[in-house]
């Protein structure tokens, strides 16, 4: 346990379906990240969130959509998915800008059908 | 951006040590070198980091030679469970400067 929760672990969602991808950090950081990881492609980072507010957005696209309830919290709402979008998403949090990276939790596996 | 040259991948035998070199020819002042384990079906995981010289801890060491270039990351006598992908990051944590590469595929038989 790495002290990030990530719900569910596996998701399987029809393209006109709308869920959403939760993550809990136990840690005390005030950071929190989405990446995505496709099949034998780098990680690439989605969504920054730092003192619940997003800091940086990279083009993503809207039918991902992001939220940070509190400090501790970050959910990926998820609609009109494309089946390239299943992929490996996972949560991260950190404290500050070096302390020992980031701390990733074991990720959604998500599949569009 | 801090680009990252790392191997694809690598094979090794057990208890012998590893050795994965990163090179970043445009690492920033004040960008840290942070390296990173990741298992199939699951997030990465912090391993080291270092700034300059050398950095050990109880699972690895981090060669940063003086010009900042590259970095080695040292795994003595591996075993089966270290086959993994290892990840060299440049960089601030937190930015989107700073990006995951491909990383290098270690492959330990026995």
């Known amino acids: 346990e790495t002290g990030v929760t990530q719900t569910p672990r596996h998701l399987v969602m029809g393209m006109t379906n709308k869920k959403s991808l939760k993550c809990e950090q136990h840690?005390?950081?005030?950071?929190m990240y989405w990446y995505k990881q496709s099949a034998k492609k780098p990680l690439e980072l989605m969504f920054v969130y730092s003192l619940e507010e997003r800091v940086e957005n990279n083009s993503v696209p809207s039918r991902f959509s992001p939220e940070c309830p509190n400090s501790s919290l970050l959910n990926l709402h998820l609609h009109a998915l494309q089946p390239e979008d299943s992929a490996l998403y996972l949560c991260?949090?950190?404290?500050?800008?070096?302390?020992?990276?980031?701390?990733f939790g074991s990720g959604t596996r998500l599949t569009v059908v | 951006l801090a680009k990252t040259t790392q191997p694809i991948s690598m094979d090794s035998y057990e208890g012998q040590e590893v050795n994965i070199t990163c090179s970043h020819n445009n690492i920033a002042t004040n960008d840290y070198i942070t390296w990173y384990q990741q298992f199939p079906s699951q997030g990465p995981r912090f391993i080291i980091q270092g700034y300059k010289t050398k950095v050990t801890n109880e699972v690895a060491s981090l060669f940063i030679p003086a010009d900042r270039k590259s970095s080695t990351l040292s795994l003595p006598r591996v075993s089966l469970s270290d086959t993994a992908v290892y990840y060299c990051?440049?960089?601030?944590?937190?930015?989107?400067?700073?990006?995951f590469g491909a990383g290098t595929r270690l492959f330990v038989k026995a």
């Open positions: 990051l440049v960089g601030l944590t937190g930015g989107f400067k700073t990006i």
């Open positions: 991260a949090s950190s404290q500050g800008k070096q302390e020992n990276g980031y701390t």
């Open positions: 840690l005390g950081h005030n950071a």
